[in-house]
T-cell receptor, first 110, second 111 residues
Framework: KQEVTQIPAALSVPEGENLVLNCSFT??????LQWFRQDPGKGLTSLLL?????REQTSGRLNASLDKSSGRSTLYIAASQPGDSATYLC?????????FGAGTTVTVRA | NAGVTQTPKFRVLKTGQSMTLLCAQD?????MYWYRQDPGMGLRLIHY???????AKGEVPDGYNVSRLKKQNFLLGLESAAPSQTSVYFC??????????FGQGTRLTVV
């Protein structure tokens, strides 16, 4: 069974600091890994998708890396802003299903 | 584009009542999924479908049934609701190994 873990569960940083969010998974036989953002009471918004053959993916201030052999992914958010406050979820795609971590709740203090 | 649409957005049920949640996607995706999200537990897969007419059990299928009679629709049924089924339900669709798209969720309370 695929187990996905996100550490830390919560993170509070001052505005302007870089954010580092970690995701680990137990089975390296994945098709891809996807990072999502979820605002309170809202749905999931896709941020980045990394295919299993890729090492990283970038979009604006966001950069995600993937080390499939060690079962790890890291999401970097540069120069954080109060608007980045949300819960960030990682999900791995295996057997055509997504398995999720419990998320990291980020608070960026102005 | 509508993407993935869930109906209803909110519902309150009494214990023992039944209901059906509807998920509709307009992206011609083969794969559709139902998840539930509970505080501190992330999203857990209830049932999924790899194509029209197919369904399969996920991680937490007990107490739920599903049907995929049309490619664009995936229905989640609760035959006899229990308080333990109070949760936020999300539907998603994808082409399988690429990006998954999620609906806005259905907040269900069973009293």
């Amino acid at each position: 069974k695929q187990e996905v873990t996100q550490i830390p569960a919560a993170l509070s940083v001052p505005e302007g600091e870089n954010l580092v969010l970690n995701c680990s998974f137990t089975d390296s036989a994945i098709y891809n890994l996807q990072w999502f953002r979820q605002d309170p009471g809202k749905g999931l918004t896709s941020l980045l998708l990394i295919q299993s053959s890729q090492r990283e993916q970038t979009s604006g201030r966001l950069n995600a890396s993937l080390d499939k052999s060690s079962g790890r992914s890291t999401l970097y958010i540069a120069a954080s802003q109060p608007g980045d406050s949300a819960t960030y979820l990682c999900a791995v795609c295996h057997d055509y299903k997504l398995s999720f971590g419990a998320g990291t709740t980020v608070t960026v203090r102005a | 584009n509508a993407g993935v649409t869930q109906t209803p957005k909110f519902r309150v049920l009494k214990t023992g009542q039944s209901m059906t949640l509807l998920c509709a996607q307009d992206m011609n995706h083969e794969y559709m999924y139902w998840y539930r999200q509970d505080p501190g537990m992330g999203l857990r897969l209830i049932h999924y479908s790899v194509g029209e007419g197919t369904t399969a059990k996920g991680e937490v299928p007990d107490g739920y049934n599903v049907s995929r009679l049309k490619k664009q629709n995936f229905l989640l049924g609760l035959e006899s609701a229990a308080p333990s089924q109070t949760s936020v339900y999300f539907c998603a669709s994808s082409r399988g190994t690429v990006e998954a798209f999620f609906g806005q969720g259905t907040r269900l309370t069973v009293v």
